[in-house]
């Protein structure tokens, strides 16, 4: 079953947009919640990651909202910009080992 | 300074035949993860590693799947008699600290693998 769910699979935004991505998850025994950023051709490379006991986390543009009672949490991408666009998976660290959602692939139009 | 390779980045092979992935970390780095990326999908976890010991495979899809570390640097991911269904990139992770922790863990480009 699929453990960290990832939704919309596929967004679309205008340059100076909000990006929402959002991801729900049900072990209880996580602890580390990662974002990650792929491009075409690359690996995934971290972008900003938040403990379960905190419920925001802000980086730059960048920032992830924690709700640890819903078990869900969301990534804010804001005055998103054309090369934001990249498909963008959540996480969530199980013993050291990552659970990955299915991605969702953003599109920032100029 | 270098970040994780992956060698070869692209590899077709036909049905049947063995292959190997090989994944250089970042140097000192202590673990070391394989994960496997089918396409349109998220990575899922295949193995990992701290230094020379394989601490998990649970996420080994199959007995044809095998990966080692013998030095805790350098590992192989070897596939045998390869399927169809085992088209998808590997990807290679490390981290600084020992398996278990929240370290980030830094990927590398992938392999790509077709299996005809």
């Known amino acids: 079953q699929q453990q960290v769910k990832q939704s919309p699979q596929s967004l679309i935004v205008q340059k100076g947009g909000i990006s929402i991505i959002n991801c729900a998850y049900e072990?209880?025994?996580?602890?580390?919640f990662p974002w990650y950023q792929q491009f075409p051709g690359k690996g995934p490379a971290l972008l900003i990651a938040?403990?379960?006991?905190?419920s925001e986390k802000k980086e730059g543009r960048f920032t992830i909202s924690f709700n640890k009672s819903a078990k869900q949490f969301s990534l804010h991408i804001m005055d998103s910009q054309p090369g934001d666009s990249a498909t963008y998976f959540c996480?969530?660290?199980?013993?050291?080992?990552?659970?990955f959602g299915q991605g969702t692939e953003l599109s920032v139009k100029p | 300074g270098a970040g994780v390779s992956q060698s070869p980045r692209y590899k077709v092979a036909k049905r049947g035949q063995d292959v190997a992935l090989r994944c250089d970390p970042i140097?000192?780095?202590?673990?070391l993860f394989w994960y496997q990326q089918a396409l349109g999908q998220g990575p899922e976890f295949l193995t990992y590693?701290?230094?020379?010991?394989?601490?998990?495979k649970s996420g080994l899809p199959s007995d044809r799947f095998f990966a080692e570390r013998p030095e805790g640097s350098v590992s192989t991911l070897k596939i045998q008699r390869t399927q169809q269904e085992d088209s998808a990139v590997y990807l290679c992770?490390?981290?600084?600290?020992?398996?278990?922790?929240?370290?980030?863990?830094?990927f590398g480009p992938g392999t790509r693998l077709t299996v005809l």
């Open positions: 140097s000192g780095h202590v673990s």
């Open positions: 938040i403990r379960p006991d905190v």
């Open positions: 072990n209880t025994a996580f602890d580390y």
């Open positions: 992770a490390s981290t600084t600290q020992g398996a278990g922790g929240t370290d980030t863990q830094y």
């Open positions: 590693f701290q230094n020379e010991a394989q601490l998990d």
């Open positions: 996480a969530a660290n199980q013993g050291g080992k990552l659970i």
